[in-house]
Each structure stands twice: as structure tokens, then as C-alpha cells.
């Protein structure tokens, strides 16, 4: 006994240098990963001139809400928000009715006319017409501040269907299809009767992936929607943390009386937690889903991994 | 019964039968290639342009060839910023790949915990900035290093150091963007590592450890080879985007005082075409880069395969 408690002493005694050099170093990386986020936090809950001036570091001082809810009362970061959510919504619905059956037919190696149609995709992830060709097909297309354009552009990425294709491939056997087929099933009635029942997990992956994209994207927004009624909030966020706007709507600037200059001078204070407020308010939902759909993304790129 | 028939017969009749035996699946293809059709390819046919003195009402196929019908190529390389466009977007891409280890030895260090609930804290919060968007890890970048009131600023002044404007740093440009990246993504980027890692047998690192080696050794003897294919693959697949620079978060970070090291080619053709409206010039700077892209994907495969005997085609 008393050996058997010495062996294991001494088993947990080799968690010795080389253990906390490594832990240390770990923990050293997540704290660097953290702490901006956490600081976020407490700066937006933050007065303004303990975080300017550099006394805000693991709490909040002078605590106060107006920061969100200015953000709130902001028209313009509402109709941010709504036009995101609809276009993640619309956009990646639009991804999965063109990625899903695709993915399922390319699977089926043995079709006619394979090679060319997988070439005829394959080449679009090589050749690109170009940022200019691109804006002026869109343009002929009556594309140019139409909202339609965040639906529909990046309609089909070839990567997501490679990567649905290898799910298809590797997870339903094909003896499932030739037992379809014997019960007098078409080939429509196996894609959605057999294959789409079976494809829960590569759905749901694709449809994360997706929706980040179409959440976190503001570069096709830029490019061909300059009406602000139509901004998604990547852009409305743009404005206000990079190109330094204010992130006080005009009218709240109206309400102000312009007489007190102190309280311009909170107000622009203000503006400046604000942006703090704001960077949490836009990433809520994006880092709240994400410790429950984890998994899913992890699983995604497991399935991409693999050569299909 | 389809799958066995004899692969010779290949004549008119043969064709229309696996034609009519599975229209069903070309019907499911259609919303795709029209698509495809429609966006991909209706802007390679725009490409004409390059070659085109481009007027709207007339179009692109309507407009005239220009006189030398490279004009725009030329005009492209001898505008004076030409080189230190190329080098801006070489030295970025090139300084990613430097950093193309470090989440690897994430996988490595991590792999090393044997508290598992350590290690999933750990790797919950690693992986939590990727799902940020680039518009806020920009800000979050631009907060962090702001001049007068930035954390980072704030801890040098408090040091006894100067305040540095970062952002407002030519010489800074690169470094921002490369370690803000590697901030956001090194704990996702290591997942395929480490689910490599955990897979490798508990019987060869018994085995290394009957036969004394120590903890370091068994990650050079045992645990880099038995990842090794993933790297590779991982390689493979960075090269193939070695030249198409993350030109939406370097729009993010640019301003005018850091422009010299921060104008790379795809920047530049959004302020030559989309804002200023030379949509023919642009083109040609695209087909440009693409065509330059296209080589070094074909020479980065070339020596890949030479090397490890992988590649891509």
C-alpha cells in the first residue's frame, strides 16, 4: 500500500518543470486572448476619463449604463441590426438551396458529364473577373443598391459544397440509395427522402458557416449599397469604430442644448464608451451561440479535412 | 445494375441512356450552373474590358479595343507605386506564413495538459475570437493601440515610455495585421492539430517512455511525425492562398498616414475602380493579379509535390 502511494507521489511529483513552464505559457496565451474582450466589457460599463486615462484595468470605475443605452436609443444601429439578421437569414436559406443538392449530385461520381461540371465549378474557385467586371455585371443586373444584392451575392461557395460533397460521399451508403431504388423510388425521391433526412449534422454546419459569413461580412455591403436604409450593421459599426462618426444619431446631437459646452464634452465622452458598448452589443450573439454550436464547426472542418 | 455495365460502350445510344437514367440529378444541378453561369462567369466575360476603352452605354462588348491593347497593363506598371504595391502584398503574405507554426505549437503545448478541464477552458476561450467580425477585431485593434487613450499606450506611459502612434507606423502596418490575425485565429487554427494529435496510439508514447525519453522527445520523436500529414495538408492549402491578402481587414486598418505599407494590389483596385470609377483600369489590374496568383499557386505546387509528394493537381 504504502508504496502504492509513494508510486503515485512520485507520479504526480513529475509534473515538474517542464509542466509549469507549459501551463504558465498556456495561461499566459488565454489571458492575451481574453482580456480584450474583457476589457471591453468593463470599459463600457466604464465613466469615460477613468478608461482614458488608463485606471480602468480589472474593474469598472464610476459605473453607468447611459453608454448602452445610448447605443439603444440609436435608430441607425436598430436598423443595422434588423437589416443584418435579414440578410444572414435570407442569404444563407438561398447558400443552402444552392450548396445541398449540388453537393448531392457531384457526389454521384458515376454520372454523365461528371468531370466537366465538377471543372466547371472548380474553375470559379481560380479565375475571378475582378472586382470592377464584377460591379458592373451587378449593375446591369439592377443589383446596385438593391438589398437583393446581400441575398444573393456568394450565392455558392465551392468550398462549402466540396466540403457537403465528402459528408455525402463518406456518410450515406450507397446501399441505402440501391434499397430506394429497388422500392421504385426516382432519384428525387432519394435526394429528399434518403439524403436529406440523413444530412442533419452537414445542414447544420453549413448553415453556421454560412451565417457567419453573411453576419460578419461588410465588404459586398460597402461595394454596392450606399443607401444607409439598407446598411447592414458590419457597416453601421464601420462608421462609428473605424471611420470615427459619432455614435450619437443626429437627433440625439439636436437634443442637446449647444450652449452647455460641458455637456458636449460628456456627450463626446460618451461617444467614446459607446464604442466599447458597441463592439459587445454587435459580437452578443456570435459569442453567445458559439460555446453550443462549437461542436458543429469543429465537426465541419473535420469533414473538410478529409481529401474527398 | 447501372454501375456494372462495361465502360467501352460509349456511342450515341449509350450516351442518351445514362443521359435519361439520371436527369433527375441534372435537374437538381440547374439552379447551381445558372448561377455560376450568371456570377462567376459574367464577370470573366466583363474581363474583355481590360483590353477595352469601357463605356457604359455602349457596354462591354460594344466598347473599343484600346490602341495598344495592353494599355492598361502598362499604365499599371509603370504607375510609380507599382513595386511597393508588390511589396506590400509579398511581405504580408510572406510574414503570415512565418507565423504558420505558432498554432501548431499551441496543439503541441496543449496536448501536454493532462487536466482536462484546464484544457477545454483553455480551448473554449482561445477559439472565441474567431467568430468576432473583422470590422470589430479592427476596432478592437485600433482601441487597443489608440494614441491618447489605448491600454497598450496607457502601460507604456506608465513604464515611464513615450507614447507610439502604432497605426499611424508604416513600419508597424505588417505587424498589426499578422499578429492581430494570429490573435484571432490561433486556437481555432490548431483544432485539426489537435484532433491529430489525439489520435496518435497511447502505445508509441508508452512505448518512447519504456525506452527513456523524455517529454520533449516524445514531442519530437512521436508527436511531430504523427501530425506531419496534417501539416502538410494544411501547408498545401495556405499556399493556395498565398497571394490573396485579407484586402478587407487592410482596408480596416488603412488610413492615410500608413498607406506606403499598407496599399496592396486589391485595395488599390477599389479605390482606382469602384471609387474613382475606371472600371477598365481596375479590370486590368485584377487580371493582372490573377493571372500572377494563378502562376505561384501552379509553382508553390510544383515544389510541394517535388518535396513531399502531395499537391493539389
Known amino acids: ?308 | 445494375m447501372n454501375s456494372t455495365l462495361p465502360k467501352r460502350r460509349m456511342g450515341w445510344a449509350h450516351v442518351r441512356k445514362r443521359l435519361t437514367e439520371s436527369w433527375q440529378w441534372y435537374v437538381l444541378l440547374i439552379p447551381a450552373i445558372v448561377y455560376v453561369a450568371i456570377f462567376n462567369y459574367g464577370p470573366m466575360y466583363g474581363v474583355q474590358i481590360a483590353f477595352k476603352n469601357y463605356k457604359p452605354k455602349l457596354g462591354a462588348a460594344g466598347s473599343p479595343w484600346l490602341d495598344p491593347l495592353f494599355k492598361n497593363f502598362i499604365r499599371f506598371v509603370n504607375y510609380p507605386d507599382f513595386w511597393k504595391m508588390i511589396r506590400n502584398t509579398l511581405s504580408i503574405t510572406l510574414y503570415s506564413l512565418v507565423i504558420f507554426p505558432l498554432p501548431i505549437l499551441f496543439a503541441l503545448m496543449l496536448n501536454e495538459v493532462r487536466n482536462l478541464k484546464l484544457k477545454k477552458t483553455v480551448q473554449m476561450i482561445t477559439y472565441a475570437p474567431h467568430f468576432l467580425s473583422e470590422v470589430v477585431v479592427c476596432s478592437l485593434v485600433l482601441m487597443m493601440l489608440a494614441r491618447a487613450n489605448g491600454p497598450i499606450n496607457n502601460m507604456i506611459v506608465a513604464s515611464g515610455g513615450d507614447r507610439i502612434p502604432f497605426i499611424e507606423i508604416p513600419g508597424a502596418f505588417s505587424s498589426i495585421y499578422v499578429w492581430s490575425g494570429l490573435w484571432q485565429n490561433i486556437g481555432w487554427d490548431s483544432i485539426l492539430y489537435i484532433s491529430a494529435l489525439a489520435s496518435i496510439s497511447q502505445e508509441q508514447i508508452e512505448a518512447a517512455t519504456i525506452d527513456g525519453a523524455n517529454r520533449m522527445q516524445i514531442i519530437r520523436h512521436v508527436n511531430i511525425p504523427g501530425i506531419l500529414p496534417t501539416i502538410a495538408i494544411t501547408f498545401i492549402m495556405r499556399m493556395g492562398g498565398l497571394l490573396s491578402v485579407g484586402y478587407s481587414k487592410i482596408f480596416l486598418l488603412q488610413n492615410d498616414l500608413n498607406l506606403s505599407a499598407s496599399q496592396v494590389i486589391s485595395t488599390y483596385v477599389y479605390r482606382v475602380g469602384i471609387q474613382s470609377g475606371q472600371y477598365s483600369y481596375a479590370t486590368a489590374i485584377s487580371l493582372f493579379n490573377n493571372v500572377v496568383n494563378i502562376l505561384i499557386l501552379l509553382m508553390a505546387n510544383f515544389v510541394v509535390k517535388k518535396v513531399t509528394d502531395t499537391g493539389l493537381f
Open chain 1, 1 to 308: 500500500m504504502d508504496t502504492a502511494i509513494q508510486r503515485q507521489k512520485k507520479k504526480t511529483r513529475k509534473v515538474g518543470l517542464f509542466d509549469f513552464v507549459n501551463i504558465a505559457l498556456l495561461l499566459l496565451l488565454t489571458f492575451i486572448c481574453f482580456y480584450p474582450l474583457f476589457f471591453t466589457v468593463i470599459a463600457s460599463f466604464s465613466d469615460y476619463v477613468p478608461v482614458a486615462t488608463g485606471q480602468v484595468n480589472l474593474w469598472p470605475i464610476g459605473f453607468q449604463t447611459t453608454a448602452y443605452q445610448a447605443v439603444f436609443e440609436n435608430p441607425e444601429i436598430w436598423r443595422g441590426y434588423l437589416n443584418t439578421i435579414l440578410y444572414t437569414v435570407f442569404g444563407t436559406a438561398f447558400n443552402l438551396l444552392l450548396t445541398i443538392p449540388t453537393a448531392y449530385v457531384m457526389s454521384k461520381k458515376k454520372m454523365f458529364g461528371h468531370k466537366v461540371i465538377s471543372w466547371y465549378f472548380l474553375i470559379t474557385m481560380y479565375f475571378h473577373g475582378g472586382m470592377a467586371a464584377t460591379y458592373l455585371l451587378y449593375k446591369d443586373l439592377n443589383l446596385i443598391n438593391n438589398p437583393l444584392v446581400m441575398v444573393v451575392t456568394g450565392g455558392l461557395s465551392i468550398y462549402n459544397m466540396i466540403v457537403t460533397r465528402t459528408y455525402f460521399t463518406n456518410s450515406i451508403p450507397d446501399s441505402l440509395y440501391e434499397a430506394g431504388r429497388i422500392d421504385g423510388s426516382s432519384e428525387f425521391g432519394l435526394f429528399f427522402r434518403i439524403a436529406l433526412p440523413l444530412s442533419g449534422p452537414i445542414l447544420a454546419v453549413m448553415a453556421l458557416y454560412y451565417a457567419v459569413g453573411h453576419w460578419n461580412s461588410y465588404w459586398n455591403a460597402m461595394m454596392y449599397l450606399s443607401n444607409r436604409a439598407y446598411h447592414p450593421l458590419s457597416l453601421v459599426l464601420r462608421r462609428i469604430l473605424i471611420l470615427n462618426e459619432s455614435a450619437l444619431s443626429e437627433d440625439q446631437l439636436g437634443m442637446l442644448d449647444p450652449e452647455t459646452i460641458a455637456d458636449m464634452a460628456r456627450r463626446a465622452n460618451l461617444a467614446v464608451v459607446m464604442k466599447y458598448a458597441l463592439v459587445l452589443i454587435s459580437s452578443a450573439p456570435m459569442l453567445i451561440a458559439y460555446p453550443f454550436v462549437q461542436k458543429y464547426f469543429v465537426k465541419g472542418m473535420m469533414i473538410g479535412s478529409v481529401k474527398g
